[in-house]
């Protein structure tokens, strides 16, 4: 398997100047800090459909509500660059399941996404033609117990977790956790597809893979797995169709609220 990474800063000055143009096979990988409280929370909101603006509204705690509502502000900011489409403009349609996708409109651009939050980050996945799927989560040693393993995890994922020395079990649980996730959202079946019908690889320094689909096991063919590097303390893993991806890591630093960023010329 043949992988290219790059790494590139959007900065809040050149943010409506920056490349949003994707090669064959390229996926980029936009990393936003949703921590905190902002000055322009009212701006960012104002970017979100009434759906998604009352889905903020549901959340008890203000800093679930402000995390939300920049994760949301900061994909349209970032896809509409992608679509030249105002982010406020842009819609979405959603599958059985609940996973988003360009509505008739915009996904004229052919571009395919999928975002993933777990407390202070966010990270959006972004490509053209291919289906995706990325997942993040926050380390936590009180989730990756024995008892969720053996409830969620495959006969032989547990024993491989079990095999780990304990010093290294949780970083595994969650290894394992991301990977499945990421796999679960590129087909976009959320809890329809059991976590224990299929197979991931995972354990220091074990590259990530789709190992096997108990329904199909022509599957292990159609995808890729990546691990994608995060925040210390957070684990995160890339499920993209297709083989010899480029991957590129790109930094969401609160890009100034203009209505369309423009494409470069």
């Known amino acids: ?27 980029d990988i ?33 800093k679930h509500r402000t995390r939300f509502i920049k994760a949301r502000a900061g994909m349209r900011q970032v896809l509409a660059g992608y679509t030249a489409i105002a982010a406020e403009a842009l819609t979405f349609s959603y599958g059985t399941n609940g996973k988003p996708k360009l509505s008739e409109e915009s996904k004229k651009s052919g571009i395919s ?20 799927g990325i997942d993040v989560e926050r380390i936590n040693p009180e989730f990756a117990t024995e008892e969720i393993a053996s409830r969620f995890f495959s006969a032989a994922e547990v024993e491989c977790l079990q095999a780990l020395p304990v010093a290294e079990r949780v970083d595994g649980f969650f290894s394992c956790w991301t990977r499945k996730e990421a796999y679960i959202k590129a087909l976009g079946d959320g809890l329809s597809l059991p976590l224990d019908s299929f197979e991931v690889a995972f354990g ?49 630093q609160e890009i100034p609220l203009v209505s369309k960023l423009e494409r470069p010329a």
């Open 204 to 252: 220091p320094g074990t590259p990530a893979a789709l190992l096997r689909v108990k329904t199909d096991p022509s599957e292990v063919t159609r995808w890729s797995m990546y691990d994608i590097a995060v925040a210390p303390g957070y684990r995160a893993a890339l499920v993209v169709q297709g083989r010899e991806h480029k991957l590129h890591y790109r930094q969401w």
């Open 30 to 62: 936009w990393h936003m800090d949703i921590a905190g409280e902002t000055d322009n929370l009212h701006q960012y909101r104002s970017l979100l459909s009434q759906d998604e603006a009352r889905r903020a509204d549901r959340f008890h705690f203000e």
């Open 1 to 27: 398997m043949v992988l290219s990474i790059q790494t590139t800063t959007a900065s809040r000055e050149a943010g409506a100047a920056m490349n949003f143009t994707l090669v064959e096979n390229q996926v």
């Open 113 to 132: 996404f999928n975002l993933s939050h777990s407390d202070d980050i966010a990270i959006l996945a972004v490509t053209r033609g291919l289906t995706v």
